[in-house]
């Protein structure tokens, strides 16, 4: 893949009561190395005021998701493994566990998708069921133009 590409991302949570969704096209930065996948974006759809930078890093086993400004966590996620970490917002921070339940990644010259499936408790009390998924592909293969 080039260095400039073309990201959808879309994000699904699910509690009890309802199912809340998102949608994102943006630009990012792709980037492999040490045999990690690096993917990089601005999302400036978790706080209106303040962008978050955002980084994805895959390797073989394990995704890391940083995000750093209007929005702060190092959310880890490994298949049937709980992680905590603090979720920082602009209300304040909130310390989360995180499980889960499915990773699948496909790489190709010119693509990459990652779907991630797991939940998320506070004080071991389940808050919701999500599902993250990315695709990204090289800018100029793209029909879409930003």
Do not use: C, W
């Amino acid at each position: 893949m080039t260095k400039e590409v073309l990201l959808s991302i879309k994000g699904l949570q699910t509690d009890f009561v309802s199912k809340d969704s998102l949608e994102m096209i943006t630009t990012g930065t792709y980037y492999h190395k040490n045999d990690k996948e690096y993917i990089n974006y601005i999302d400036n759809d978790l706080n209106k005021e303040k962008e978050t930078k955002t980084t994805i890093k895959i390797s073989e086993d394990k995704v890391d998701l940083i995000r750093f400004g209007g929005v702060t966590t190092h959310m880890i996620f490994e298949v049937g493994k709980n992680h905590m970490t603090h979720y920082n917002t602009p209300l304040g921070a909130l310390l989360i566990g995180i499980k889960t339940k499915d990773i699948q990644v496909s790489k190709a010259d010119t693509h990459l998708s990652l779907k991630i499936k797991y939940t998320i408790d506070i004080n071991n009390n389940f808050i919701s069921e999500n599902t993250f998924e990315l695709h990204a592909q090289n800018q100029q293969d793209s029909k879409v133009k930003l």
